[in-house]
């Protein structure tokens, strides 16, 4: 089955403690995509990848480290969470003139 | 880069009537626009998509119309149901690559 898996789904942290999820996608995209997800903000893209070791950074990169190193991952790395970081976040990969297949979503708290 | 507007935020119609949510996109060189439904606790999800070199696509209850010359785009669904009520983004995209998101539309279909 096609399908983007993000990991962990929920995950509640305290500020300063480096944490890391995970994104894994099956369809041999090219593309992939982090966002965040705030009432009234939409989707709000942090990072993306052209291909591997081809990251840049979107609307909201600050606070964010992205890897790609395997076609297939695609991390999203917070080296110090603050709470203004609490929020959903999407991972998303595509191919040309393919939508963006989602994962499930991460809620992140940070207190 | 590309910026996407969406209107309305939000929107309540009664069930069976119809509902039109109308974007707006920047860049010129865009040519793919999808349009996603997000359910409570879920991923977005494609609806439907249309692309640069076509004005209108109707899949069931639910169209999408493309005007290029005034980079406008919108979803219409007709006859609508409960289980239609969520949030709505449109997306504007370069061949797949990089999608910019509109703000989302929450729908309420009352009964």
């Known amino acids: 089955e096609a399908q983007v898996t993000q990991n962990p789904r929920y995950l509640i942290t305290v500020t300063g403690k480096k944490l890391t999820v995970t994104c894994s996608q099956n369809?041999?995209?090219?593309?992939m995509s982090w966002y965040r997800q705030d009432p009234g903000l939409g989707l709000r893209q942090i990072y993306y990848?052209?291909?591997?070791?081809?990251?840049d950074k979107g609307d909201v990169p600050e606070g964010y480290k992205v890897s790609r190193k395997e076609k297939r991952n695609f991390p999203l790395i917070l080296e110090s969470p603050s709470p203004n970081q609490t929020s959903l976040y999407f991972c998303?990969?595509?191919?040309?003139?393919?939508?963006?297949?989602f994962g499930q979503g991460t809620r992140l708290t940070v207190v | 880069g590309e910026n996407v507007e969406q209107h309305p935020s939000t929107l309540s119609v009664q069930e069976g009537d119809s509902a039109v949510i109308k974007c707006t996109y920047s860049?010129?060189?865009?040519?793919?626009f999808p349009w996603y439904k997000q359910e409570l606790g879920k991923g977005p999800q494609l609806i439907i998509d249309?692309?640069?070199?076509?004005g209108e696509k109707k899949d069931q209850r639910i169209a999408v119309t493309l005007n290029k010359t005034a980079k406008h785009f919108s979803l219409h669904i007709t006859e609508t149901q409960p289980e239609d009520s969520a949030v709505y983004f449109c997306?504007?995209?370069?061949?797949?690559?990089?999608?910019?998101f509109g703000p989302g539309t929450r729908l309420s279909v009352l009964p």
């Open positions: 998303a990969s595509s191919t040309t003139n393919t939508e963006a297949f």
């Open positions: 990848s052209m291909n591997v070791e081809v990251t």
């Open positions: 997306a504007a995209s370069y061949y797949g690559q990089n999608f910019v």
């Open positions: 249309i692309r640069s070199n076509v």
């Open positions: 369809m041999n995209h090219e593309y």
């Open positions: 860049d010129s060189a865009s040519n793919y």
